[in-house]
């Protein structure tokens, strides 16, 4: 360890963070690898070392003999200080070597507001921060991950984005890279190369021309280079990479769990969800993998709780199977099972009861909408019925805290439906008074609200995003209806919600927005310890851009948008017969009960989705 840095750790909080040395860490040696990657996470440890596809893809990347993939995690404010007060650069957990020596920085990034880390990071390395001043073939700058399924923002950034499902493509990217690297290619040959890799983008292959009013005319690819280029997915999931021995992290981090994939993809296609839609076509792993998987990882773990994940995990139809199996194992062990993303609609008291084996963790359903013609608007599939039958089974269960999500500003919503959010609460209560196995320990109904954004590849991606004075209103308006003491309601502040809206939305020109703020201090944006509202305004104007242009500007469904240069496999006809459907308040049937023909079973060689 660099002698430096055994002074300052004592000096921060958990340094535990930035030591490595974890179990479950993959060694390599320097002298036997010919490429060596950075696997960089724009955030906190505690966040990185809780994603379960940085665990999949750290395991993936270094099943290549000649890969050495190391992690790096952003630093809190105070390890940031004193690294930069004694000259230390960003390094590598693994080997403590800085960043600058290895070949390929690959970034994964899931959310927007970590736009300024990804720079702030290429900055503590000593790396350009744009790909147009890195003329060497390496060190080669990577993303991937949900953000970039609109990659504008950063595209001047990054030498290339991983579209979709890097289980297999990212591997590719690599042999390719190896064989630049051995062979001496210049970046403009490896870049042209690997943009012919189904899944990769390469931003500086596609000219963009811009309109009088702003917006993009055309999207013009180089020679050889794709119109649109097509996400990739993984078909086989039980066949994929699953880390049955992931790192055990040294210090406390968000989900300190085993992680359990059930399927990917979604059946029932609210229209606000980009993770819905971007995500398909859905595929199921198999339940007695799943289970041969929780059981080894919590063996080579020490885990005391397995979470089963997806975007809807009640929506797996083997569900209670799969409860019994690990169950089977885990109940004498005393491992929890956690059943996150359930539905209002289809809880049933036979999960129920298994779950609470173990522990007791509390329920968290999303309404989303607080009319049951709102619910019809953003095609939830969810009833009024369905939520109070829900907590009485859970109320009658022994439960006695229940957490209710909700969406304000969303697209048609009234006043009316703001107020049936706190009618609702007190029909909950009603419920609790009437069900409860035991009144003496008294109930808990938190109602909590964040504010809508408009995001791309959904069917709300034309939409306008409510300005954050109407956000507000709409807040005070449900405070002041939530009469009953029993209910807590809590509210997403609406300032990070219009720059994320707009960074969602934006075009190659918010580049400059971004950098502006790194370069007055932003980083950790995601972090309300970090994020200065103020800072982001002034960026937008020192660089001529009007911010409500990309966050509250409703669209014409014939606009050329920023990311329809990526093919995530959905048909753009089928996002606006779902807006349309919005506006007259129309479900659509779920996938398993009517197929919508989005279009993204053509990526599977059998055409068809699994059901």
């Keep these: 360890m660099d002698k430096r840095l055994k002074r300052i750790l004592p000096k921060v909080q958990k340094p535990s963070r930035y030591t490595g040395g974890e179990y479950n860490q993959i060694i390599k040696d320097k002298s036997s690898v010919d490429l060596r990657v950075a696997f960089c996470f724009p955030d906190t440890y505690e966040i990185g070392m809780s994603n379960l596809g940085m665990s999949i893809l750290y395991q993936t990347m270094n ?133 012919k890799i189904q899944g990769v983008y390469v931003p500086s292959l596609y000219d963009v021309e811009y309109n009088g009013d702003g917006t993009v005319r055309t999207y013009t690819p180089h020679e050889g280079v794709p119109q649109k280029v097509l996400k990739r997915i993984v078909e086989d999931l039980d066949s994929s990479p699953y880390p049955v021995n992931p790192i055990v992290p040294s210090t406390e981090v968000v989900h300190d769990r085993v992680s359990l994939e059930l399927f990917r993809g979604c059946v029932r296609g609210c229209r606000f969800c980009q993770a819905g839609y971007i995500y398909r076509p ?45 169950l089977d194992y885990c109940e004498s062990r005393s491992v929890g099972l956690a059943l996150p993303s359930l539905r209002a609609d289809n809880f049933s008291v036979e999960i129920m009861e298994k779950i609470q084996k173990v522990r007791k963790s509390g329920l968290t359903f999303a309404v989303e909408g607080g009319s049951q013609r709102l619910r019809d608007a953003i095609n939830k599939n969810v009833t009024e019925e369905d939520v109070l039958n829900t907590c009485a089974l859970a109320f009658s269960g022994g439960w006695n805290t229940v957490k209710l999500y909700y969406m304000l500003g969303l697209p048609t919503e009234t006043d009316d439906d703001i107020v049936g959010i706190a009618e609702m609460s007190e029909k909950i209560l009603h419920c609790w008074r009437v069900n409860a196995k035991n009144k003496n320990r008294g109930v808990r109904i938190t109602v909590s609200t964040s504010c809508f ?53 934006g075009d190659r020109r918010m580049a400059d927005v971004i950098e502006e703020v790194f370069r007055s201090g932003g980083r950790l944006d995601a972090w309300t310890d970090y994020f200065r509202y103020e800072r982001w305004n002034e960026a937008f104007r020192k660089c001529g851009l009007d911010r409500d242009f990309y966050a509250s500007r409703e669209r014409n469904v014939s606009e050329v948008l920023p990311w329809d240069v990526i093919d995530v496999g959905v048909r753009k006809s089928l996002l606006i017969r779902e807006k349309e459907r919005a506006y007259r308040s129309e479900l659509s049937p779920d996938c398993r009960r009517n197929c919508s023909a989005c279009g993204a079973a053509a990526l599977l060689k059998g055409s068809k989705c699994d059901e």
């Excluded at 289980?167 to 943009?195: I, P, R, S, Y």
């Excluded at 807040?475 to 300032?495: F, T």
Aim: glycine residues 6%; negative net charge; aromatic residues 10%.
């Design 282 to 326: 859905i595929r199921s792993k198999k339940p007695d993998t799943l289970i041969r998987q929780g059981i080894e990882a919590v063996q080579n773990t020490g885990h005391e709780e397995i979470s089963l994940l997806s975007l809807s995990t009640s929506d797996y139809r083997p569900l209670s199977y799969i409860c019994d199996g690990l």
């Design 453 to 505: 954004i408009p995001k791309p590849h959904s069917p709300f991606q034309w939409e306008a995003q409510i300005s954050q004075e109407e956000y507000l209103r709409r807040v005070n308006l449900l405070r002041s209806s939530i009469k009953a003491k029993n209910v807590v309601y809590n509210w997403h502040d609406a300032e990070t919600s219009v720059i994320e809206a707009a960074l969602s939305r």
């Design 63 to 195: 099943s290549l003999d000649f890969v050495w993939c190391e992690r790096v995690f952003a630093p809190w404010g105070d390890m940031y200080a004193e690294m930069k007060e004694a000259g230390i650069p960003l390094y590598a957990l693994e080997s403590g070597d800085d960043v600058k020596e290895f070949d390929v920085l690959a970034f994964s990034i899931g959310y927007e507001m970590a736009y300024t880390t990804v720079l702030d990071m290429l900055d503590m390395s000593g790396i350009p921060l744009r790909s147009e001043n890195r003329d060497d073939l390496l060190p080669v700058v990577v993303a991937g991950g949900s953000a970039c399924v609109n990659a504008e923002p950063m595209a001047p950034f990054i030498d290339m984005f991983l579209i979709g499902e890097g289980e297999e493509m990212d591997n590719e990217v690599l042999c390719l890279l190896h064989t630049a690297k051995l062979e001496g290619w210049g970046k403009k040959q490896f870049l042209t190369e690997a943009a």
